[in-house]
């Protein structure tokens, strides 16, 4: 059963298009909700993250939206370059003592220059 | 500050042999996480340890793999008997006692001929 569903699989963008990445969740006891950025053979690195009680965070040129009624989330890269060209993946943590990460099956992104 | 560090990098074992998989979380971190990445696919969790304790194990299958974090010394994620459907790539995390973020590794990428 996957527990966060990402969309879409894959995204050409132009440069200094916004790129937008979306995730679905079912498991209301979800309380953080990451994003990370995987270059081939590299380990994922840690972009930027949400908790429920925000809408809306930035850092840089990265956006998450938050929407807890509909239990959805997104990414969105502003200005995006050809650097960012990259796999995206969402993830959700439970809440309590289990800090596992459930992620998403990833979005790979192309920047065209 | 040196991150996460994991070997080795890549790992080929014929099919029966052992894999020992390493991981030194980063300074100050006392949880490690441990994920495996298929080709194509998410990450998905195997196991969450503290020092000396292994506090969720619910996504290692349930023969031929184990893992520990010793009190002194890195955590290591052990495959007895390995068979082809083995290989992939292997990432470590590592998040601070009482902190939200897990941070990756470069992972393992193991090969089994």
């Known amino acids: 059963q996957q527990q966060v569903k990402q969309s879409p699989q894959s995204l050409i963008v132009q440069k200094g298009g916004i790129p937008i990445i979306n995730c679905a969740y079912e498991n209301t006891a979800f309380d953080y909700f990451p994003w990370y950025q995987q270059f081939p053979g590299k380990g994922p690195a840690l972009l930027i993250a949400?908790?429920?009680?925000?809408s809306e965070k930035k850092e840089g040129r990265f956006t998450i939206s938050f929407n807890k009624s509909a239990k959805q989330f997104s990414l969105h890269i502003m200005d995006s370059q050809p650097g960012d060209s990259a796999t995206y993946f969402c993830a959700a943590r439970g809440a309590g003592s289990n800090y596992k990460l459930t992620f998403g099956k990833g979005t790979l992104l192309t920047v065209n220059p | 500050n040196a991150g996460v560090m994991q070997n080795p990098r890549h790992l080929v074992r014929r099919r029966g042999q052992e894999a020992r998989l390493r991981c030194s979380p980063m300074k100050g971190h006392s949880h490690v996480y441990w994920y495996r990445q298929l080709p194509e696919e998410g990450l998905k969790f195997m196991v969450y340890l503290q020092k000396e304790n292994i506090i969720d194990e619910s996504g290692m299958p349930k023969e031929r793999f184990s893992a520990e974090f010793p009190k002194e010394g890195p955590s290591i994620l052990r495959i007895q008997q390995v068979v082809r459907g083995d290989s992939a790539a292997y990432f470590c995390?590592?998040?601070?006692?009482?902190?939200?973020?897990?941070?990756f590794g470069p992972g393992t990428r193991l090969t089994v001929t």
């Open positions: 995390a590592s998040s601070p006692p009482t902190g939200w973020e897990q941070y």
């Open positions: 949400i908790r429920p009680d925000v």
